[in-house]
């Protein structure tokens, strides 16, 4: 059984959870998930300091990061911890204080990685893992409907085939009905 992470930077009040990029929850994750190139994107963007990418997100560059995990039975160093990063005491630790009370960017992230930065690995990699997540697939779906890009329709062409909008109207009905 593996710890949940989240990468939290308490300077913005923001946090992203890899899940979303369909990464999974064990700790090495930590060093090969696709969610590195969200972490390029908000750290290693110097054009972009102390600007906004888009309107729903905003650069990392100079601000803290931690990796925060979802211990149940925080010790006490982890609430002095949580005490030092963000000057507040409670019952849990930073996973859970960032969870309740600071912004996830994980959707917008992830959208700004298939809309805008549109890598070619790591398209190739998420639509793979999309094969056989329903979630990811209704994400980038959803994504589609939401933005009508050009772009992400030949992507749902190429790799699921012409008839894609069949295979989310089928999935969706059979998770409705």
């Known amino acids: ?6 990468f939290v930077n308490p ?9 979303i ?7 090495g994750v930590l060093y090969h998930g696709l969610h590195r190139y969200a972490l390029k994107l908000l750290f290693y963007s110097p054009e972009l300091l102390s600007t906004p990418i888009n309107n729903e ?10 990796i925060a995990i979802d211990d149940d039975n925080p010790t006490p160093e982890s609430k002095e911890t949580l005490n030092d990063i963000v000057g507040e005491t409670g019952e ?10 600071f912004r996830d960017i994980s959707s917008p992230l992830l959208k700004h990685l298939l809309l805008v930065v549109r ?7 998420f639509y793979n893992r999309a094969e056989t997540r329903q979630d990811l ?12 890009h050009g772009g992400l329709k030949l992507d749902l062409e190429s790799n699921f085939g012409k008839n894609w909008d069949k295979r989310y109207q089928r999935k969706d009905s059979t ?3």
């Open 11 to 19: 300077e913005q009040q923001e946090f992203f959870d890899p899940v």
């Open 175 to 177: 998770n409705n009905g």
């Open 57 to 66: 997100l905003n650069t990392w560059t100079g601000s803290p990061m931690y």
């Open 92 to 101: 849990h630790n930073l996973y859970w204080f960032a969870r309740r009370n």
């Open 1 to 6: 059984m593996g710890a949940y992470h989240i």
């Open 21 to 27: 990029f369909g990464d999974g929850n064990k700790h």
């Open 137 to 148: 697939f209704a994400f980038i779906v959803s994504t589609y409907y939401e933005s009508r």
């Open 119 to 125: 890598n070619d690995t790591f398209l190739a990699e």
